[in-house]
């Protein structure tokens, strides 16, 4: 079994601040966690991945994310926040020994404003 | 320029009609799956096909039928059993290898007459 948690439903912060969205997980074997952002009514936009290798997973748009095995965390980092990164992003989670389509266990989501 | 895309972006149900959801892709991937999203739910996995005419059951898949006739295109059918059909509705597919990211059309937003 697998599965994500966001710990916080919203993330407030002032632009040019930086930011962190939350995302811990629970697989059975090795992890593979992706971040995507939503944007209203709009479809989900890959932002990044860790598969294997480096802890600090950079990504689009300014975006980082690092993984942390023994805290089962993977947060969602940027240095300076843009009021235009306001949207809905997710966390999910894959088993890297899954051969069943590769099916990914997303979060509920956490909004993130950024203030002017 | 290849991407997903979901049609119709509205779409409004009477009660006892069946409808039927579009998702056409042109990035030639193999797996492709419907979500449903409702608010402060995240995404619940509908239906999902690793080949064609190959498809499985997700968490949520009653009152919904899919096919798989066709690498580019798995369109989702929401049947007269599916009581609560009012959410916002995501195709995505994925290259076949399983440490690849999902792409995502834009959705259909679906509704009760």
């Known amino acids: 079994a697998q599965s994500v948690a966001q710990p916080e439903d919203q993330v407030n912060v002032a632009e040019g601040n930086p930011l962190t969205v939350k995302c811990t997980y629970s697989?059975?074997?090795?992890?593979?966690l992706f971040w995507y952002v939503q944007y209203p009514n709009r479809g989900l936009q890959f932002l990044l991945k860790?598969?294997?290798?480096?802890?600090l997973v950079k990504g689009s748009y300014g975006f980082e994310a690092e993984f942390n095995k023994s805290q089962t965390s993977f947060h969602l980092k940027k240095p300076s926040a843009l009021v235009s990164d306001s949207a809905l992003y997710f966390c999910?989670?894959?088993?890297?020994?899954?051969?069943?389509?590769?099916?990914?266990?997303f979060g509920d989501g956490t909004t993130l404003t950024v203030k002017p | 320029d290849g991407g997903i895309t979901q049609s119709p972006k509205y779409l409004f149900r009477k009660e006892g009609q069946n409808v039927t959801l579009s998702c056409e892709q042109n990035l030639n991937h193999d797996a492709m799956y419907w979500y449903r999203q409702d608010p402060g739910q995240g995404l619940r996995l509908i239906y999902y096909s690793q080949i064609v005419n190959d498809f499985q059951k997700g968490d949520i898949a009653e009152g919904y039928s899919v096919s798989r006739e066709k690498k580019e295109s798995f369109p989702l059918t929401v049947t007269s059993a599916q009581k609560n059909p009012t959410a916002f509705y995501l195709c995505?597919?994925?290259?076949?290898?399983?440490?690849?990211?999902?792409?995502f059309g834009d959705g259909t937003r679906l509704s009760i007459l």
């Open positions: 697989v059975s074997g090795n992890p593979y």
């Open positions: 860790y598969i294997t290798g480096d802890n």
């Open positions: 995505a597919s994925r290259l076949g290898f399983h440490n690849q990211p999902q792409h």
């Open positions: 999910a989670v894959r088993d890297g020994r899954d051969t069943n389509a590769g099916k990914s266990t």
